[in-house]
């Protein structure tokens, strides 16, 4: 990575530009809430299985691959520069494999709500990872929200369910481990050029994988039209369009700050699982949403330097 690269996203976004960044940011978090139901719909459960979670995995990126693959055609993108390409094999291992299988296998186990529990600690995360490879150097205050966002939605994990991890829940965590990986390096990518094009690109060199894979996987048993449905969604919205928000919003607003905005994803996500899934809200829920509101609004207000 170029040091003008990392000055770009460790620099101290303007106003214009970190309003910008928080609403894209926002933008591709409500796209990506959709993500945990829709996928729970298109594997189903270990009751009435429907796609298999790799065929999701492997087909979901080939859609959106082959639709980049016309997009960077026809706003002629020019390739990237040789030295980001190692950089895009590390954002595409998690975000291309990592995050829908691990996810995809995970709700096979777990209902949605579950899995948006569990992966309510992805802001903290990236966060780490970002400061860990960015040299940022977030304030104790940042932190301190951060962990309260992350204490309050384990706390919300711990009230309900049993408090103990499973099989399931560690497929989760290392969903959560590779997105993080990949958002920062993606990130960087979108420092130097346009964040459109970075998960086009990435989208497009994973089809020699992606493609042969979806087709070998391609399920030789009926599934519902529900769960095309929400293979449709996840390969569309959830590995397309969701990623030219996010990835636009972290370059503008900068990965730590605008990550945190992801606290809001799981209620999302448990929100949207009652009338895609007909799981069943707790009013509770609604109390640990406008809690992690507020600390999502702290912290955005807290100062966020670069590590000397």
Sequence with gaps: MTDVATATLVAPPSASDARRG??????????????????????????????PPAFVTFGRAAVAGLLSLVYLWVVHAPRPPRYLWATLAVSA????????????????????????VVTGVLP???????????????SAGFWACALTGCGLVLGFAAWQGSGRLSFADGLLLCAVLSTAVAYVAGARAAAVMPAEHVIGWILVASLPLTLPAALWLWPTQAARAAAWGGFAYVSVFSMWLGFFAWYRGLALGGVVRVSQ???????????????????????????FALAVMAVVFIGRRLPVGTAR
């Design 22 to 51: 928080y609403l894209l940011g926002a933008l591709g978090v409500v796209i990506f809430a959709m993500t945990l139901p829709m996928t729970r719909l298109a594997v189903g459960d270990s009751a009435a299985p429907q796609l």
């Design 93 to 116: 291992a998690g975000t291309v494999v990592g995050f829908p299988l691990f996810l995809a296998l995970a709700l096979r186990q777990v209902d949605a709500m579950h899995a948006a």
């Design 124 to 138: 903290l995360a990236t966060a780490v990872v970002a400061a860990l490879f960015l040299r940022q150097r977030p």
């Design 261 to 287: 905005v992801q606290l809001l994803q799981p209620f999302l996500a448990l929100l949207f699982a009652v009338p895609v899934l007909g799981e069943k809200l707790e009013p509770v829920t609604l109390f």
